[in-house]
């Protein structure tokens, strides 16, 4: 069983910066891909970004390329997510996620199997 835990979100105006951090426990981080997701109100949790479980190969969607920047620290068992340039539409409930042990990055949530609780980013215009 992997615990999850999100810190880091805040509230910043447009163009600013947030760093999220994700801490895991009690399973081999190293094993697993992982990925953040985005929840805004009245919507779909959002694929934003993952990180292959080997080779640090990342994927991001559209909307973050060259804004967000994913990384991990599988001694420290730590995911990261660089924010920079945020948008008002940014604003959401940011959740780091783990997918099962050596598979891919997939940007489908009902693959991943362990969840953070989240954390509050908001960008104000």
């Known amino acids: 069983q992997v615990q999850l835990v999100e810190s880091g979100g805040g509230s910043v105006q447009n163009g600013g910066s947030l760093s999220l951090s994700c801490a895991a426990s009690?399973?081999?981080?190293?094993?697993?891909?992982m990925a953040w997701f985005r929840q805004a109100p009245g919507k779909e949790r959002e694929f934003v970004v993952g990180?292959?479980?080997?080779?640090?190969?990342?994927t991001y969607t559209d909307s973050v390329k060259g804004r967000f920047t994913i990384s991990r620290d599988d001694v420290k068992s730590t995911l990261y997510l660089q924010m920079n340039n945020l948008k008002p539409e940014d604003t959401a409930v940011y959740y780091c996620?783990?997918?099962?042990?050596?598979?891919?990055?997939?940007?489908?949530?009902?693959?991943?199997?362990?969840w953070g609780q989240g954390t509050q980013v908001t960008v104000s215009s």
């Open positions: 996620a783990a997918a099962r042990e050596f598979e891919d990055v997939v940007t489908d949530h009902k693959e991943y199997l362990y």
């Open positions: 009690g399973g081999m981080f190293s094993k697993y891909s």
């Open positions: 990180i292959r479980w080997i080779g640090g190969r990342t």
